[in-house]
């Protein structure tokens, strides 16, 4: 069906390491729960299926998953008008995770990183790109913590470019907004990039270098926050808390999310897309934190991006 | 601005009796809580504003919503591309209601009557249409209430036109679909209607009368499902389903629901929006009901909608 396929294997076996080894990390600062593995196929008429993992009522994550899909098809004329997508037929490989913390000290997490590969009608290859990212959610803000994320993504990006980091903070920082919330980011931000097109074959071997270093970096960026943050002692009202801003989470990702709407439009498998909403989350009417208050520190990041680096 | 406005000034003051009505129905069977009323602007640059009236923390109601607005501006670009909308500056008036009770075994409700005017840039009425609709979502199917509920809304439209509430209970079932979850309605349904416009003065009485007819059922149909309802006893894991029902009510608003999108596109004030969310919710990954359980016995209305009456 499609040409040379050593780019995508290289690619997918990539991606299907990383997320045995992010799900072995996670298991172990968990240190209870284990991931359930959910292999599916896309319905008759698409192609491809994907890898579901996912952990739930754990010590420290209360639900999560590590989600790895290979999918091609046709590219549809909902996916020309919703996702101004071009080309004949399209293939699409990425690892995409989100961690929600059973502890309001612990943030969530989300990442994703991704390869396209877009086709004429006569299977020529037309267009391909890398895309990714990594962004933290807190519910209490504890600036070592955020130093820490930041400084481990800009390590990653660093040896590729000197201005990537900023470009991508900024990028992260543009794109996880609840508009519709006064501008109101989803959380402390990360680094987000889509596009990146190899211009040769060099360049595609770089690219999947950097696409490397940034998911490898993963684990070192999240994992001793979970470790440092998972045994402080909380209330109710700070899980009260944490239960109002994943709720703003909720809205972000249903109603500004490109990633769930790509997965949704495209008959993606829904489970698998939506495992990425809260466990239990709280909507409740003009909640404001009291003023001073640590609950309105975190506002004030996330409606006013702070670099950390 | 706009043209003669008695049609406006008649239905503006219909839909504030009506609020204050339904709010004294709602208190009367929470007999706890009361309504908070919110009076709002919008703002600068577009015009009118809204009562919203929220309900919180009551015996029988958890958390729900009455609210009204009169609101009126420019049609913009925005507009013209998500809403299909044409004309030069619109006007829009109505009643939106949703009550999530506490008890599983008490149904949600929605309902919402509108009216909009569509004027030319020399300010003639260039388009008119009312919509409105009323839905029930309930945790546990009882039949009867079910029953009772569209028994209520056809009587309201009967005098109006035999095959109405046939048309409109068939448009409600496709309005309030999760396409993403293989086609699930939210709930049993109810009536959907929108654009019913009026071809003459004469005309515009009808449909008015028809708006009033639908408004007013609303007490009769749904409060005595609340008051018949709220003091059966319930356990976790009837919450624990209300709450995963509660997941897809949010689903639905935040993907699919033109109201929350027109709202949101039309910088609406989000609070009064988002207020039909309800107030604790949770998303499982994978949930499945037990065969030949209640909660199957739901879903499987909900998966294929039956005619009630």
Same mark, same amino acid.
């Given at each position: 069906m499609f040409p040379d396929s050593s780019r995508r294997d290289r690619w997918v076996a990539y991606i299907h390491d990383l997320q045995d080894e992010i799900c072995a990390a996670v298991e172990e600062t968990d240190g209870l729960a284990r991931f359930r593995e959910d292999r599916?196929?896309?319905?008759?008429?698409?192609?491809?299926?994907?890898?579901?993992?996912?952990? +739930? $009522?754990?010590?420290?994550?209360? %639900?999560?998953?590590?989600?790895?899909?290979? @999918?091609?098809?046709?590219?549809? !004329?909902?996916?020309?008008?919703?996702?101004?997508?071009?080309g004949h037929t399209w293939f699409a490989c990425g690892l995409s995770l989100v961690l929600h913390p059973l502890n309001p000290f612990v943030p969530t997490v989300h990442a994703?990183?991704?390869?396209?590969?877009?086709?004429?009608?006569?299977?020529?290859?037309?267009?391909?790109?890398?895309?990714?990212?990594?962004?933290?959610?807190?519910?209490?803000?504890?600036?070592?913590?955020?130093r820490h994320f930041h400084r481990m993504l800009k390590a990653a990006m660093d040896s590729?470019? +000197? $201005?990537?980091?900023?470009?991508? %903070?900024?990028?992260?920082?543009?794109?996880? @907004?609840?508009?519709?919330?006064? !501008?109101?980011?989803?959380?402390?931000?990360?680094?987000?990039?889509?596009?990146?097109r190899p211009a040769d074959d060099a360049d595609w071997e770089r690219l999947f270098a950097f696409q490397q270093a940034n998911g490898n970096q993963f684990i070192p960026a999240y994992i001793p926050i979970a470790a440092k943050r998972k045994?402080?002692?909380?209330?109710?009202?700070?899980?009260?808390?944490?239960?109002?801003?994943?709720?703003?989470?909720?809205e972000f990702n249903l109603v500004h999310d490109r990633g769930t709407l790509f997965g949704l439009k495209t008959d993606g498998r829904t489970e698998s897309i939506l495992m990425s909403l809260p466990p239990t989350v709280r909507f409740e009417y003009d909640h404001r934190p009291a003023p001073g208050s640590p609950e309105e520190q975190l506002l004030t990041v996330c409606r006013h991006p702070v670099d950390w680096v």
């Open positions: 599916w196929q896309r319905a008759e008429g698409t192609g491809g299926g994907g890898k579901t993992r996912v952990i +739930a $009522g754990g010590k420290v994550f209360e %639900k999560g998953g590590v989600n790895t899909s290979v @999918v091609f098809g046709a590219v549809t !004329d909902t996916m020309r008008k919703a996702l101004h997508m071009e994703n990183w991704r390869y396209f590969e877009i086709y004429t009608e006569d299977g020529q290859l037309s267009d391909s790109w890398f895309g990714g990212g990594c962004d933290l959610t807190p519910y209490y803000l504890f600036e070592e913590d955020a590729f470019g +000197a $201005g990537l980091y900023a470009q991508y %903070k900024k990028e992260c920082d543009r794109y996880f @907004v609840n508009k519709h919330r006064g !501008d109101e980011c989803r959380g402390i931000g990360g680094v987000f990039y889509e596009h990146l045994d402080t002692a909380w209330l109710p009202e700070h899980k009260y808390w944490q239960e109002i801003r994943r709720g703003r989470y909720v």
